[in-house]
């Protein structure tokens, strides 16, 4: 079996080996049966046609040989894809087209499905980035936006939970800054103490909050943002220890963050919980529907996100039933945590969802389109394929031998060939120019469909750090299917040439495929 | 009349080309001379369609081929018998005197 595979393999590669063998084999038997009839007594010419009178005709022979031999299936299709080559080398504005027309619809689908596996597949870019949480209120009046939580809340969170391993705090407010050129007035986030560490920023200068300074009388202790840092201090290295007053009070610097985008928003400057005047005033602490902060935990290690939600359930129905006044019943308060990572892109999947879906029909227009292109030149061969399916040169071969044979048995017709071989023989050497030069152009061809498609691909993978981490500690929430956008603009504006908006451009390439293939 | 003949000759020639493998291996003119030979002449066929059927004996895998220096000290195309073709033989054999004795029992009934 393996045997005749290989046979067939070779049958089908040597072709011009098999050939000349047959060509040997038929020769040798020839000679023998010369000298066989020399022996005999006859002179070298009459053993010559004696011989070849037994044998019968050598073409003839050497043509049904072939039909015993031939592998037809794998033949055929070697056939195919030569003459598939072939035309493409013989139209280059159609294997131009039907290059290019492919090459957009790949590059479109490679491009979109890196964005959406740099954002909805991958995991968070933070250590441990599967186990951060995000806690939302609702209640009946608040519709689909989180209430926030107030201080009391976020205390009984935070003492009562099995779940989670910490639990941390975010508001942000603006204050005016005085001790610099000018008053100034900034965006404060305030946070937690353990804030940066369970987000897993690490300070780019000095360091981040400790437990102490969240401390009652704690010394007030402000760290600023990269882009404030740049902006407002041109990025001086010693800005650490210089002091500032906010809020009537003395507040020192003690580090810098990295150039990350921070989430849930940008602040200028980050200060502990304590240092914010509202957030520490009596009144508001002890206010259970004081509800200001944004509220953020991570799974203790090996935690589930379901396990975790039947635990701050249990905690909420506690609350509920303890402090019945702060939580009307028609209201409907309900609490639910969502990974960090879920919430972040639950906006931007149906925009990508959709992206995606888009770019797939864009690549199936595409080779709708090059099959439509390639119907429509079949369809101009139409009447050359009915001729050549009808009369085949080999039978027109045997035909004619077998007329001569009628005349002339000793006519040596071993030289019967159609003119198409004939041809292209006279044609050889300039084809092979040709062909190398073809061959040579559609190697660039597709180097370069092959480097377009490679671009996209890197342009969206250099971005997807970026568009993980911008989500993951972007502007808004919202942010998220809006940067996307922009990228994906970007990107069909890579493709495409121009356009603004990609939903507008994918509309055009549509209609522009659509159009031509009708 | 000559296409009636090779249709005659096509059944048997196959298992002709078997038999004279199975004595060893062979080139083609070997081979056509000795069926030449043991038929006495009476099965004298065309030589060049002793190929076609070689190949195809070939390309079923009843017979595989080499090439060899032949006794004239020349390069030639020896074809031999292979297990398959061994298996194949005996039952063109049997298939071949099954056949011939029931004409034989007609014949000699008439």
Redesign the interface.
């Known amino acids: 079996m393996l045997k005749r595979a290989m046979r067939k393999l070779r049958a089908l590669l040597f072709r011009a080996r098999l050939e000349c063998e047959m060509e040997r084999e038929m020769q040798f038997h020839l000679e023998r049966e010369t000298e066989e009839n020399l022996r005999r007594g006859m002179s070298l010419a009459e053993a010559r046609r004696a011989a070849r009178m037994s044998f019968g005709g050598v073409e003839g022979v050497k043509e049904e040989c072939r039909d015993m031999q031939r592998p037809r299936p794998l033949e055929t299709l070697w056939q195919d894809v030569r003459f598939g080559a072939r035309m493409l080398r013989k139209n280059p504005g159609f294997s131009l087209l039907a290059v290019v027309t492919l090459a957009l619809g790949i590059g479109a689908n490679t491009a979109i499905f890196s964005v959406v596996y740099g954002v909805l597949l991958r995991p968070l870019p933070y250590q441990d980035g599967h186990q951060l949480v995000v806690l939302q209120q609702y209640s009946a009046q608040s519709g689909a936006n989180s209430l926030g939580f107030s201080v009391k809340e976020i205390r009984d969170y935070r003492e009562q939970t099995q779940t989670l391993a910490e639990v941390t705090e975010h508001h942000s407010m603006t204050f005016t800054l005085f001790g610099g050129a000018e008053p100034e007035l900034i965006q404060t986030g305030v946070v937690s103490a353990n804030y940066f560490e369970m987000m897993g920023v690490k300070p780019l200068l000095g360091r981040t909050f400790l437990p102490e300074d969240e401390t009652h009388g704690a010394d007030a202790v402000l760290v600023l943002s990269y882009d404030y840092w740049q902006r407002s201090h041109r990025g001086d290295p010693h800005v650490t220890g210089r002091r500032f007053r906010m809020n009537d009070r003395p507040h020192t610097v003690i580090g810098v963050l990295p150039p990350v985008p921070q989430y849930p928003n940008e602040n200028d400057v980050y200060m502990p919980t304590v240092a914010c005047p509202t957030r520490s005033s009596e009144a508001f602490q002890s206010n259970r529907n004081g509800r200001m902060m944004s509220v953020f935990g991570r799974l203790k290690s090996g935690g589930e996100l379901a396990q975790a939600q039947a635990d701050l359930s249990v905690i909420a129905d506690n609350m509920r039933q303890q402090h019945a006044d702060a939580y009307p019943a028609q209201q409907r308060f309900h609490t639910s945590v969502t990974s960090l990572h879920d919430e972040l892109t639950q906006r931007a999947q149906k925009t990508f969802l959709i992206l995606l879906g888009t770019a797939g029909l864009v690549l199936l227009i595409a080779c709708a389109n090059v099959a439509n292109l390639a119907l429509a030149r079949v369809m101009r061969r139409e009447h050359e394929m009915a001729v050549r399916t009808q009369i085949e040169p080999q039978h027109l071969i045997r035909q004619l031998r077998s007329a001569v044979y009628e005349f002339d048995l000793d006519t040596a017709i071993d030289q019967v060939r159609t003119l198409e071989d004939t041809g292209r023989e006279a044609m050889a050497s300039p084809r092979l120019t040709a062909t190398l030069l073809n061959l040579f152009a559609l190697l660039a061809l597709v180097i370069t469909a092959a480097g377009i498609a490679g671009v996209m691909a890197l342009a969206a993978a250099q971005r997807r750090h970026e568009i993980g981490v911008r989500l993951a500690l972007g502007a808004r929430r919202d942010a998220g299917a809006g940067h996307a956008a922009r990228i994906e603009a970007g990107l069909a504006r890579f493709v495409i040439g121009r356009g603004r908006r990609v939903g507008h451009d994918a509309r055009r390439i549509v209609v522009a495929v659509c159009g031509r293939a009708d | 009349m000559a296409k009636k003949q090779a249709d005659l000759l096509q059944g048997t020639l196959d298992l002709q080309i078997l038999k004279t493998l199975a004595l060893g291996e062979q ?3 070997g081979i ?1 001379q000795r069926i030449q030979q043991t038929s006495e002449g009476v099965l004298n066929i ?4 002793l ?2 059927a070689l ?2 004996l ?2 079923q ?1 009843w017979i ?1 081929s080499s ?1 060899d220096v ?1 006794d ?1 000290n ?4 020896y074809y031999k018998l292979t297990r398959t073709g061994q298996k194949q033989l005996a039952e063109e054999v049997a298939n071949w005197e099954r056949l011939s004795g029931a004409i034989e029992l007609v014949l000699q009934s008439s």
Not at chain 2, 46 to 49: C, F, P, R, V
Not at chain 2, 74 to 77: C, F, L, P, Y
């Open positions: 080139h083609g003119w056509a065309n030589q060049g369609s190929y076609p190949y195809r070939e390309e895998g595989s090439w032949s004239n020349r390069q030639a195309k």
